[in-house]
């Protein structure tokens, strides 16, 4: 069992940064592939950024590298979402996720276990 728990959140203006935490208990958190996920308000929920266990792979939702930078401590259980140069259409709930899996994958139904969600708002 793993339970997730993601800050950082916040409002923020367009060009600007946050970087989003997800904390993690549970024993296999070290020996999972991690991900970030979003939905935008009337949208379904969309691919972000995922790790791999050993942080040697990452792999991002198309035009969002470069501009998000997905990482993780395992030491201290936690992936991070550093987000620069914002956009409005950057406005979701931000998600993260713990895969079944050691390997990076981009599929929602790999991921076992969820956090609660964590509110980004860009402002134009």
């Known amino acids: 069992q793993v339970q997730l728990v993601e800050s950082g959140g916040g409002l923020v203006q367009a060009g600007g940064s946050l970087r989003l935490s997800c904390a993690a208990s549970?024993?296999?958190?070290?020996?999972?592939?991690m991900g970030w996920f979003r939905q935008a308000p009337g949208k379904e929920r969309e691919f972000v950024a995922t790790?791999?266990?050993?942080?040697?792979?990452?792999h991002y939702a198309n035009g969002l590298k470069g501009r998000f930078t997905i990482s993780r401590d395992n030491a201290k259980n936690t992936v991070y979402l550093q987000m620069n140069s914002l956009k409005p259409e950057d406005t979701a709930v931000y998600y993260c996720?713990?895969?079944?899996?050691?390997?990076?994958?981009?599929?929602?139904?790999?991921?076992?276990?969820w956090g609660q969600g964590t509110q980004v708002t860009v402002s134009s």
């Open positions: 549970g024993r296999t958190f070290r020996d999972a592939a």
């Open positions: 790790i791999d266990s050993r942080l040697l792979n990452t």
């Open positions: 996720a713990c895969s079944s899996y050691a390997i990076p994958t981009t599929r929602e139904y790999d991921y076992a276990y």
